[in-house]
Protein backbone atom coordinates (compact mmCIF):
# COMPACT_ATOMS: atom_id res chain seq x y z
CA UNK A 1 0.00 0.00 0.00
CA UNK A 2 1.26 3.38 -0.75
CA UNK A 3 1.01 6.12 2.23
CA UNK A 4 1.48 9.42 2.36
CA UNK A 5 2.30 11.36 5.49
CA UNK A 6 2.48 14.92 5.42
CA UNK A 7 3.74 17.12 8.57
CA UNK A 8 5.26 20.41 9.50
CA UNK A 9 2.17 22.75 9.48
CA UNK A 10 1.01 24.66 11.93
CA UNK A 11 0.54 29.12 12.94
CA UNK A 12 3.15 31.27 12.05
CA UNK A 13 2.45 34.91 11.55
CA UNK A 14 3.07 36.98 8.19
CA UNK A 15 6.43 37.05 7.31
CA UNK A 16 7.47 33.82 8.69
CA UNK A 17 8.37 30.54 7.44
CA UNK A 18 7.29 26.37 7.05
CA UNK A 19 8.77 23.81 6.18
CA UNK A 20 6.59 20.62 5.57
CA UNK A 21 7.56 17.40 4.48
CA UNK A 22 5.72 14.32 3.11
CA UNK A 23 7.27 11.21 3.75
CA UNK A 24 6.06 7.84 1.15
CA UNK A 25 6.11 4.46 2.00
CA UNK A 26 5.46 2.20 -0.40
CA UNK A 27 6.09 4.55 -3.52
CA UNK A 28 8.24 4.27 -6.30
CA UNK A 29 9.40 7.74 -7.27
CA UNK A 30 10.86 7.61 -10.10
CA UNK A 31 9.50 8.57 -12.89
CA UNK A 32 6.25 9.74 -11.21
CA UNK A 33 5.36 13.17 -9.92
CA UNK A 34 4.89 14.09 -6.81
CA UNK A 35 2.86 17.61 -5.90
CA UNK A 36 1.72 19.94 -3.05
CA UNK A 37 -1.75 20.94 -3.53
CA UNK A 38 -3.69 23.30 -0.71
CA UNK A 39 -7.14 23.84 -0.33
CA UNK A 40 -9.13 26.46 2.00
CA UNK A 41 -12.61 27.08 2.86
CA UNK A 42 -14.67 28.03 0.49
CA UNK A 43 -11.77 27.39 -2.13
CA UNK A 44 -11.19 25.22 -5.18
CA UNK A 45 -8.17 22.89 -4.86
CA UNK A 46 -5.02 24.33 -5.75
CA UNK A 47 -1.85 23.02 -7.20
CA UNK A 48 0.79 24.46 -5.21
CA UNK A 49 4.17 23.07 -6.35
CA UNK A 50 5.36 19.60 -8.86
CA UNK A 51 8.11 17.74 -8.51
CA UNK A 52 9.15 15.45 -11.02
CA UNK A 53 11.23 12.17 -10.24
CA UNK A 54 13.58 13.48 -12.92
CA UNK A 55 14.07 16.77 -10.78
CA UNK A 56 12.16 19.05 -12.58
CA UNK A 57 10.00 21.66 -10.80
CA UNK A 58 6.74 24.09 -11.54
CA UNK A 59 5.37 26.58 -9.03
CA UNK A 60 1.62 28.37 -9.17
CA UNK A 61 1.65 31.80 -10.03
CA UNK A 62 0.89 32.51 -6.54
CA UNK A 63 3.71 31.02 -4.64
CA UNK A 64 6.26 31.62 -7.19
CA UNK A 65 9.59 33.18 -5.73
CA UNK A 66 8.62 32.09 -1.95
CA UNK A 67 8.11 28.48 -2.37
CA UNK A 68 10.63 25.76 -2.89
CA UNK A 69 9.77 22.10 -3.48
CA UNK A 70 12.74 19.79 -3.36
CA UNK A 71 13.61 16.07 -2.67
CA UNK A 72 15.47 14.18 -0.06
CA UNK A 73 15.81 10.90 -2.52
CA UNK A 74 17.94 9.01 -0.07
CA UNK A 75 15.16 8.98 2.30
CA UNK A 76 12.52 9.18 -0.30
CA UNK A 77 11.21 12.82 1.15
CA UNK A 78 9.27 15.77 -0.43
CA UNK A 79 9.76 18.96 1.06
CA UNK A 80 7.50 21.99 0.77
CA UNK A 81 9.74 24.77 1.96
CA UNK A 82 7.66 28.12 2.41
CA UNK A 83 8.79 31.62 3.06
CA UNK A 84 7.54 35.64 3.15
CA UNK A 85 4.50 33.59 4.09
CA UNK A 86 0.35 35.73 3.81
CA UNK A 87 -2.64 35.36 5.44
CA UNK A 88 -3.70 33.89 1.83
CA UNK A 89 -1.28 31.04 2.34
CA UNK A 90 -3.89 29.77 4.75
CA UNK A 91 -5.27 26.43 3.98
CA UNK A 92 -5.33 22.65 4.34
CA UNK A 93 -1.68 21.51 2.35
CA UNK A 94 -1.83 17.92 0.96
CA UNK A 95 1.19 15.82 -0.75
CA UNK A 96 -0.38 14.19 -3.39
CA UNK A 97 1.80 11.35 -5.77
CA UNK A 98 0.97 9.85 -9.29
CA UNK A 99 0.83 6.47 -10.23
CA UNK A 100 1.59 6.71 -13.78
CA UNK A 101 5.07 6.84 -15.30
CA UNK A 102 5.70 10.18 -17.39
CA UNK A 103 8.42 11.94 -18.69
CA UNK A 104 6.99 15.68 -17.63
CA UNK A 105 4.28 16.50 -14.90
CA UNK A 106 1.15 18.41 -16.88
CA UNK A 107 -1.43 20.09 -14.89
CA UNK A 108 -4.27 17.29 -16.21
CA UNK A 109 -1.78 14.34 -14.48
CA UNK A 110 -3.96 12.45 -12.41
CA UNK A 111 -2.80 12.06 -8.43
CA UNK A 112 -4.10 9.07 -6.98
CA UNK A 113 -2.01 8.78 -4.00
CA UNK A 114 -3.00 11.67 -1.17
CA UNK A 115 -1.67 12.06 1.83
CA UNK A 116 -4.48 13.45 5.15
CA UNK A 117 -3.46 16.82 5.19
CA UNK A 118 -1.63 19.35 7.08
CA UNK A 119 -2.94 22.79 7.96
CA UNK A 120 -1.00 26.08 8.14
CA UNK A 121 -2.78 29.11 8.97
CA UNK A 122 -1.10 32.61 8.39
CA UNK A 123 -1.63 35.32 10.74
CA UNK A 124 -1.38 39.19 9.79
Known amino acids: QVQLVESGGGSVQAGGSLRLSCAASGYTYSRKCMAWFRQAPGKERERVAV???????YYADSVKGRFTIFRDSTKNLVYLQMNSLKPEDTAMYYC??????????????????WGQGTQVTVSS
Open 51 to 57: IHGGGST
Open 96 to 113: AAGGASIYYCPASYDYNY
